[in-house]
């Protein structure tokens, strides 16, 4: 099945640094790659939709400042999280999708960020 | 605005005690209903893909249906093992996003 990776699973990191999420696809091209946020108990918020080779859309509310995401590459896209403070501390996941079967999303295993 | 609504946030069952979880949804246009199961601190694991109303699917223990408003996953028979987070997610003809609701904290007592 088409499996989705993750990098690192978790951090820590201090307050105004940045820290960044790699998202890969490794045994399918992924055209689409999904950033979601969740935090405890909440449901899974959609942050940006990439697509390989052009700008991320950002939901409302996202600052595309501070949530840079490239997806450079049909396997891997990133997400940096700039100048974190204690409030972007939260689980975040990338889904992907492949071409032709863009209404399954299949979603990797996550990472937490902890800003102290 | 595409909603989607879970109830209960949590349900817990005796092992064997069979039950169901609902999905309450509102969309335009819905192109597929999704459930998934969440372990704490994974990323969500796909269950099944429903399209249509009247639409049934199973996969060992559980079975999904779906009505032009609601979905219910159904749990036959639980397990420890099944204990988890379930998610709904609905996709709009529109475009490719999900959304997702809070989902329901299954646990199942031996």
């Known amino acids: 099945g088409a499996v989705v990776s993750q990098h690192p699973s978790w951090v820590i990191c201090k307050s105004g640094t940045s820290v960044k999420i790699e998202c890969r696809s490794l045994d399918f091209q992924a055209t689409t790659m999904f950033w979601y946020r969740q935090f405890p108990k909440q449901s899974l918020m959609l942050m940006a939709t990439s697509n390989e080779g052009s700008k991320a859309t950002y939901e409302q509310g996202v600052e595309k400042d501070k949530f840079l995401i490239n997806h450079a590459s049909l396997t891997l896209s990133t997400l940096t999280v700039t100048s974190a403070h204690p409030e972007d501390s939260s689980f975040y996941i990338c889904?992907?999708?492949?071409?032709?079967?863009?209404?399954?999303?299949?979603f990797g295993p996550g990472t937490r960020l902890t800003v102290l | 605005e595409d909603q989607v609504t879970q109830s209960p946030e949590a349900l817990r069952l005796q092992e064997g005690e069979s039950s169901s979880l609902n999905c309450s949804y509102t969309?335009?246009?819905?192109?597929?209903l999704f459930w998934y199961r969440q372990d704490p601190g994974k990323g969500p694991e796909f269950l099944f893909t429903?399209?249509?109303a009247g639409e049934e699917k199973e996969k060992e223990r559980l079975k999904a249906t779906l009505t032009k408003k609601e979905s219910f996953l159904h749990i036959t028979a639980p397990k420890p093992e099944d204990s988890a987070t379930y998610l709904c997610a609905v996709q709009a003809w529109s475009n490719y996003k999900l959304t997702f609701g809070k989902g329901t904290l299954l646990t199942v007592n031996p």
């Open positions: 429903l399209y249509s």
């Open positions: 889904s992907a999708t492949a071409a032709g079967a863009e209404n399954e999303q299949f």
């Open positions: 969309v335009s246009g819905l192109r597929g």
